[in-house]
Each structure stands twice: as C-alpha cells, then as structure tokens.
C-alpha cells in the first residue's frame, strides 16, 4: 500500500504519516504503536491477518516518530525531575497524542473506528476512548497497562547492558536486534532477518532517540487513569503474553479489571512483541469483537480469564 500523509491533524495542526490496507467499505481498525516505535513495526503479515478478517486496517507514525511531526525543538526530556513531581521538561501528554488519533480520523473522513493499541499505544487508546468515547467503538489494549504505579512495570535490568542507540546505521540495526530479542516471546521463535530488516527501515524513515523519550515522558506526565477507566464504557479486549519483561502482565489485570465488562486474554509465553505464529490468534480475537460491535449484539461482560497456551 501507498504510504500517504494527513496533514494539519488535530488540534496541534501535525502532519502524519499513514497507511491503508483492505477495503474502504470494511469496519475500521486504528493500529497504534508503542514508544519510539513507527507503523511499520505493525507487521505487515499481522494487518494482512486482520483484513483477512474483514477488517479495514489503518496503521500510521505517531507524533515525533518516523515521517510524521517531529519536535525538534522542545525541552530535552529530564525523567528525574519529572519523577520528582516537575513536568516541566514534557512536551505534550497522552492526552494530546489521543486528539492526533481523533484528528486523524477526522482527516480520513471516519465518524469512529475501532482501536488497536500496543504498549503505550495501548495507553493512547485508553485515553482517547476515556476522552473521545464517541469516536471508539471498541477498545484494544494489548501488552500495556493503567499508569498505577505498581503494575505494568518493566525488569530494566534485562537491558542494563545494551547501551543507547547507535548513530551509526549498521550499528543501530545490530542494537535494535539485540534489543527486541531480549524483548520477544520466549516460546516463540524470534526471526532475527525480518527484524533487521525492518531496522533498517526504521532507521532510514527517521529514528529519533529524543522522541522516543519525550513520548515516554508524555506517559509519565500523564499519570494514572484507573478511576477513568472504571467510567468507559466502550467494550474493550486487554490482551497481554505472560513472559512480558517490558510491561508485566499485571498491567493488562489492572487494565481489565478497571474497564467495565473488559475480556481478558492471556497467552503463554508471549513477550512484549508480536510473534508470528501467534498472529491468526491475536487477530482472530480483535475482529471477533469488532464484529460482535458491528452486528450490534450487545457485548456481555466477560467475568473470567481467558487463557491461551502454546499453539506451535
């Protein structure tokens, strides 16, 4: 598919960059990604998965990613004092990132779609469902959590010695490499070609270390949106693997247990990436319920955990 461009988007005016993959006239699917990270690290495999399902698929760059808005001029992000309590070095919040998404559609001529979050994406379609209900018609949260301390952290340990990025582009595709095998699903096998692959293009469309922090700063100065959640009530999937060292998996617990009515999907051996043997499964369950919504059937409150082992 063309890689297109929306432009003057929300209400920061931003450009974004995006792309469209199955029919117009299919119910739409927002993919949104996680920190740092572009559209395309939505496998193109996954969204085929999706339109395969009779889904309309739309994934784009977030803000200060890839070909979309960068903001080269903002404040260089300090954690520690944000930390501390002193948001001044933030640059925008979730919520700002929420009304992109909103825009978008807006560009895109779309009353509504369904959205599709991972990681802190996950986070960004919390948000925009809590503060644009009536442009979600149904909620995907997948390896992310609620923003309460406590739940969905990460084991930063893993990483202590892989250092920054690299500037260098050989050099960075072998970082990221090492990085995202520490990160994947331990059950699963990791294809080292395709993610360098995709490494590279990342690196040629535009990596930007400093975005990638002020995105996490945004998560930071947002805070917690537990008692926000509990008021949604646009239906909601919490998906999230077991062997998620980036964000535990009692971030999608607290996550479900939050929004009223969510389901809950854990599946075994699963980490903070998108395996492909896993994808027809991950797939399967997002259309399921964005049909369930599109036929109009009420979705009935989930009160058990669905659990999926290992179907390799």
């Known amino acids: 598919m063309p890689e297109l461009k929306a432009r003057n988007v929300g209400p920061s005016g931003i450009e974004i960059a995006y792309e469209r993959f199955g029919a117009p006239g299919a119910p739409a699917a927002l993919l949104i990604t996680g920190a740092g990270a572009q559209m395309i690290n939505w496998p193109e495999g996954f969204c085929q998965a999706l339109v395969d399902r009779g889904l309309q698929v739309i994934r784009f760059d977030t803000r200060d990613t890839g070909r979309s808005t960068h903001f080269p001029d903002a404040p260089v ?13 933030a640059s925008y919040t979730l919520s700002d990132m929420a009304s992109d998404t909103v825009g978008l559609l807006d560009a895109l001529g779309l009353a509504d779609a369904h959205l599709i979050g991972a990681s802190m994406g996950g986070m960004i379609a919390q ?33 202590a010695e892989l250092g920054g990025p690299p500037e260098d582009r050989e050099a960075f595709v072998d970082w990221q490499v090492r990085a995202l095998r520490l990160a994947a699903s331990p059950r699963y096998a990791f294809d080292a070609a395709a993610t360098a692959e995709r490494a590279g293009r990342v690196f040629d ?8 922090q002020r995105q ?9 949106r537990t008692e926000r959640l509990r008021a949604l009530r646009v239906p909601t999937l919490v998906m999230h693997g077991d062997s998620d060292i980036v964000c535990d998996v009692s971030g999608a617990r607290a996550t479900a247990a939050a929004v009223p009515g969510a389901e809950l999907v854990i599946l075994e ?19 399921a319920l964005v049909h369930r919504v599109e036929r109009g059937r009420p979705v009935e409150p989930f009160s058990g955990l669905r659990k999926i082992a290992d179907q390799s």
């Open 77 to 89: 992000p300090d954690f520690a004092a944000a930390l501390a309590g002193d948001l001044s070095t």
């Open 127 to 159: 948000t925009a469902a809590i503060e644009h209900p009536e442009r979600v018609r149904s909620l995907t949260s997948m390896m992310s959590t609620t923003g309460e301390p406590g739940v969905g952290e990460a084991d930063f340990s893993v990483f």
């Open 205 to 212: 469309r535009g990596y930007d270390v400093l975005g990638m």
């Open 216 to 224: 996490g700063l945004a998560v930071v100065a947002t805070g917690d």
């Open 269 to 287: 051996g699963m980490g903070h990436n998108l395996p492909q043997q896993l994808w027809p499964e991950l797939a399967t369950h997002i259309s």
